[in-house]
C-alpha cells in the first residue's frame, strides 16, 4: 500500500506553495499526498505558475484514493488580503493552521508522514520557536531531536533557536549522554562523532574546558556502553571528515555551528528530519524567502528531496528517522 504523506503550505507569503507545485508531479505515483491550505491562496499560486497539475479538493483524509493527483484539503481560511514577499500577521495565522491540521491527522495515524513548507518565526510571533518544538509539544513527546540528512552524512543539534550564550549553559555531561543514546536508538548502526565546542577542542583546556569537562565524559560513558561515538573532535575539520565517509553522523552542539557546513556543503540536498515523533517529518532547508515570492523564481530541488525523503522514511515504516 502507497504512503499517505501530508504538506503544509506554510506562509502563504512565501515561496512554500510555488516549491510545492513545482516538485510534486513527478512524485504523483508513487505515494499518497494531501496537501494543507487554503483554496483562495492556492488557486492563486497555480494560476501565476500556470500550473498544469491535476488536483483534488477532499474535506478529510478518508477521501483519498491511489489516483495519481494533488489532494487538497481546503481549510477556509480567508487569505485574500495576504501579499506575497510581506511580513504579515494573517499569514502567520494560516501557516499554524495548516500545520496543527497536519499534526492533528499525523497524531491519528490517518496520514503517515508530514512535509512541512517554510513558515516565518516572525509573523507567527508569540512564544513560537520553530516547527519542529510545535509539532513535538502537539505530540507530547519529551526527547526529539533537529536533524539534517544530506546525502553524505547527517548532522543532529544539541541545542536550536536559542541565543549562543544560552546554549553553552544548556550543554552538561548528562544531556550529552542522554542526546548521544537517542541518536543511537533513532539511527541505528551509525558512526557518531561529537563535535567540540572550543577552537581545537580546547586545546588540553587552553582555550576552554568545555570539552574536556563535559564532552569527553559524556562521550566515554556512551562508548562503553557499546555506542559507536567518538569524540569530541575539532570541529573545523570534523565536517569534511564526515562528508568525506569517515562518520555518518555529527552532533552539534549549537545552531550555527552544524548548520553552516551541512548548507555549504549540500545547499538544497540538506533535509530537515525530526527525531523523536511518532510520524515521518522532513523539510526543506531554506526559508520562506520573501524577496522572491510570487516570481516563479524559486528553486524546488530541496522541496522535491524533502518529498523523496519522506516517502522513503514512512515507506520503510521509519518513524522520523
Known amino acids: 500500500m502507497q504512503a499517505t504523506i501530508g504538506i503544509t503550505a506554510?506562509?502563504?507569503?512565501?515561496?512554500g506553495l510555488e516549491v510545492v507545485l513545482k516538485s510534486i508531479p513527478p512524485l504523483l505515483q508513487s505515494a499518497r499526498w494531501i496537501l494543507f491550505t487554503d483554496r483562495e491562496i492556492f488557486?492563486?499560486?497555480?494560476?501565476?505558475?500556470?500550473?498544469?497539475?491535476?488536483?483534488?479538493?477532499?474535506?478529510?483524509?478518508?477521501?483519498?484514493?491511489?489516483?495519481?493527483?494533488?489532494?487538497?484539503?481546503?481549510?477556509?481560511?480567508?487569505?485574500?488580503?495576504?501579499?506575497?514577499?510581506?511580513?504579515?500577521?494573517?499569514?502567520?495565522?494560516?501557516?499554524?493552521?495548516?500545520?496543527?491540521?497536519?499534526?492533528?491527522?499525523?497524531?491519528?495515524r490517518r496520514i503517515d508522514a508530514i512535509v512541512t513548507a517554510p513558515v516565518s518565526k516572525e509573523a507567527i510571533g508569540g512564544d513560537f520557536h520553530g516547527q519542529t518544538d510545535y509539532l513535538a509539544e502537539q505530540a507530547r513527546v519529551?526527547?526529539?531531536?533537529?536533524?539534517?540528512?544530506?546525502?553524505?552524512?547527517?548532522?543532529?543539534?544539541?541545542?536550536?533557536?536559542?541565543?549562543?550564550?544560552?546554549?553553552?549553559?544548556?550543554i552538561t555531561k548528562d544531556r550529552y549522554v542522554r542526546l548521544i543514546r537517542f541518536v543511537n536508538a533513532h539511527l541505528p548502526s551509525q558512526r557518531i562523532a561529537v563535535a567540540a565546542i572550543n577552537p581545537h577542542a580546547g586545546e588540553g583546556?587552553?582555550?576552554?574546558?568545555?570539552?574536556?569537562?563535559?564532552?569527553?565524559?559524556?562521550?566515554?560513558?556512551?562508548?562503553?556502553?557499546?555506542?559507536?561515538?567518538?569524540?569530541?573532535?575539532?570541529?573545523?575539520?570534523?565536517?569534511?571528515?564526515?562528508?568525506?565517509?569517515?562518520?555518518?553522523?555529527v552532533i552539534a552542539p549549537f545552531h550555527d555551528q552544524g548548520l553552516i557546513p551541512v548548507k555549504l556543503i549540500a545547499h538544497g540536498l540538506s533535509t530537515n528530519v525530526t527525531l523523536g515523533l511518532p510520524y515521518v517529518r522532513t523539510s526543506p532547508d531554506h526559508g520562506t524567502a520573501f524577496a522572491i515570492a510570487g516570481r516563479g523564481e524559486a528553486d524546488s530541488t530541496g522541496m522535491k528531496r524533502a518529498l523523496e525523503l519522506a516517502m522513503e522514511l514512512a515507506t520503510k515504516g521509519t518513524k522520523s528517522t
Request: aromatic content about 8%; glycine content about 8%; charged content about 20%.
Open 43 to 108: 488557486e492563486r499560486n497555480a494560476a501565476r505558475l500556470q500550473s498544469p497539475l491535476q488536483v483534488r479538493w477532499v474535506d478529510c483524509s478518508a477521501e483519498l484514493s491511489d489516483d495519481p493527483v494533488l489532494f487538497l484539503r481546503d481549510l477556509r481560511g480567508d487569505t485574500s488580503s495576504v501579499q506575497w514577499g510581506k511580513l504579515q500577521t494573517q499569514a502567520g495565522r494560516r501557516a499554524i493552521e495548516y500545520l496543527q491540521a497536519a499534526g492533528a491527522e499525523a497524531l491519528g
Open 142 to 170: 519529551q526527547e526529539y531531536a533537529m536533524a539534517f540528512f544530506s546525502p553524505t552524512f547527517k548532522v543532529v543539534l544539541a541545542t536550536v533557536h536559542m541565543p549562543l550564550r544560552e546554549a553553552l549553559v544548556q
Open 205 to 249: 583546556g587552553m582555550f576552554g574546558r568545555e570539552d574536556l569537562d563535559i564532552l569527553a565524559p559524556a562521550v566515554q560513558q556512551c562508548a562503553s556502553e557499546g555506542i559507536s561515538v567518538s569524540g569530541p573532535h575539532s570541529a573545523d575539520s570534523l565536517y569534511f571528515r564526515a562528508h568525506s565517509g569517515e562518520f555518518d553522523v
Open 10 to 15: 506554510g506562509d502563504p507569503a512565501g515561496i
